[in-house]
């Protein structure tokens, strides 16, 4: 990580002191930003690449047993641990807008009901991401399991907005699509399917953030979806 890098992150604290003992501890320089009821809502700091990873709660083990589910994870660290996950499960379905793999996990018997789990569509909502692979995990290593049931889970449907929304805009929502003729990027690829396109709080507006493309699944992400 580069000096000038910032990055936005969440703690869990009950006071400002808290956060500060935090940044104490991990030889980090920040600046917090607080809303006018007094709440800390985000954190925006600058730091070097040897403190940066002294921080325990971001590192991530190499095998599969060590991935840590109560931390929101990076884009490479969450792909890294699909790939632990066994190949008769994990398929690519294509490539997003910018050319990065898109992954389904694929459990059980077609012949068997089918329940579909799709995270990240947006960008911004990380919980979303990091939910995907704590049901993979759950699955997976016998934590909670039903017979007769396939699963069908989609963990990053839209990885290029993701990445965005760590490195540059952490309210990033669309994906990162260039739009002909606009300063602005990306599209909403919730509203990009072909049921009721372009109606109800969908925007035409290339820079809204409900903007719902130029036509419907125009987009590589919904498209393949």
């Given at each position: 990580?580069?000096?000038?890098?910032?990055?936005?992150?969440?703690?869990?604290?009950?006071?400002?002191?808290?956060?500060?003992?935090?940044?104490?501890?991990?030889?980090?320089?920040?600046?917090?930003?607080?809303?006018?009821?007094?709440?800390?809502?985000?954190?925006?700091?600058?730091?070097?690449?040897?403190?940066?990873?002294s921080?325990?709660?971001?590192?991530?083990?190499?095998?599969?047993?060590?991935?840590d589910?109560?931390?929101?994870?990076?884009?490479?660290?969450?792909?890294?641990?699909?790939?632990?996950?066994?190949?008769?499960?994990?398929?690519?379905?294509?490539?997003?807008?910018?050319?990065?793999?898109?992954?389904?996990?694929?459990?059980?018997?077609?012949?068997?009901?089918t329940?579909?789990?799709?995270?990240?569509?947006?960008?911004?909502?990380?919980?979303?991401?990091?939910?995907?692979?704590?049901?993979?995990?759950?699955?997976?290593?016998?934590?909670?399991?039903?017979?007769?049931?396939?699963?069908?889970?989609?963990?990053?449907?839209n990885?290029?907005?993701?990445?965005?929304?760590?490195?540059?805009?952490?309210?990033?929502?669309?994906?990162?699509?260039?739009?002909?003729?606009?300063?602005?990027?990306?599209?909403?690829?919730?509203?990009?399917?072909?049921?009721?396109?372009?109606?109800?709080s969908?925007?035409?507006?290339?820079?809204?953030?409900?903007?719902?493309?130029?036509?419907?699944?125009?987009?590589?992400?919904?498209?393949?979806?």
């Amino acid at each position: 990580m580069e000096d000038s890098d910032s990055i936005f992150f969440t703690i869990n604290a009950s006071s400002s002191a808290q956060i500060d003992q935090f940044f104490a501890d991990n030889n980090i320089q920040s600046e917090k930003n607080t809303n006018i009821s007094g709440l800390i809502y985000s954190t925006c700091f600058s730091c070097h690449s040897a403190s940066f990873s002294s921080a325990k709660s971001f590192q991530i083990g190499k095998t599969r047993e060590l991935f840590d589910f109560g931390v929101y994870h990076t884009l490479k660290e969450i792909q890294d641990w699909l790939k632990t996950l066994p190949t008769q499960w994990l398929k690519t379905y294509g490539k997003s807008y910018e050319n990065r793999p898109l992954h389904v996990i694929d459990i059980g018997d077609e012949k068997d009901p089918t329940i579909v789990i799709e995270c990240g569509i947006h960008a911004r909502e990380w919980v979303s991401v990091a939910f995907c692979p704590f049901l993979i995990d759950q699955i997976t290593s016998k934590k909670w399991e039903k017979e007769g049931i396939r699963w069908v889970i989609f963990p990053m449907v839209n990885p290029d907005g993701y990445r965005f929304s760590w490195r540059f805009n952490r309210f990033w929502r669309k994906n990162r699509r260039i739009i002909r003729d606009s300063p602005c990027h990306g599209v909403d690829l919730n509203r990009n399917f072909d049921i009721e396109w372009g109606r109800y709080s969908t925007s035409d507006n290339p820079c809204g953030e409900t903007f719902g493309g130029s036509k419907p699944f125009s987009e590589p992400e919904s498209k393949l979806f």
